[in-house]
């Protein structure tokens, strides 16, 4: 046991890295993936078909490869003279944040389509505009579809973290491999608590799920 208590402040110097990234992704990737659901199901084809390319592409390729691309090709192709550490911190919390984003824009988009076409006629019968349908009537049934899969989503972020130490930035998963390379004996408990700490981590977000599965429980409007 107290190796494993040793272990563990050790671990907990990468935290705020782990946290910083996660927050960070989960801006992003919430964002992007409310503009890319939209673009999807927009009227313009040009919007409509780059928000194609965008998700195709993020869900078509590695997240470790993105990571790659955000913090060796995108400072040098914007001009910007970053730290490693800034360099590592942009480009985990753009490689995660698009990734997710990517996906999560199928979610916005799948949640939209299945709002009965009754409730468009319904507002549309009332008068209301285009915009009023989406923001009174279609896009609040829409979301209470989204939460549970934008809760699972939340946890995988989380994971993904642990990403970021291959980009040079100083995590939990960092420090556990810094110290293991020189305490080789020590393989089981730095794991083993870094696999517990992971977990302790996830626990709030999987209560968040589990409470958006609860509003989402409680029924959609049908025709």
Known sequence: MGDYLQVLPILLRGLDITLYVLLGSVVV????????????????????????????????????????WFYFVLPGLLGLELTNFQSGLLAGILGIGFNYGAYMSEVVRGAILAVPHGQYEAATALNMSRFERMRLVVFPQAVRMMLPEFGNYLIQMLKATSLVYMISLADMTYEAGLFQSTNISMTIPIYTMLLVVYFILALPLIGLTKWFERIASRGVASE
């Not at 084809?45 to 590695?62: A, L, N």
Request: glycine residues 10%; aromatic residues 20%.
């Open 29 to 68: 990737g919430y964002l992007i993936a409310f503009i890319a659901g939209f673009g999807r199901l927009s009227a313009n084809p040009f919007i409509r078909k780059f928000t194609v390319v965008y998700v195709e592409v993020f869900r078509g390729t590695s997240l470790i490869v993105q990571l790659f």
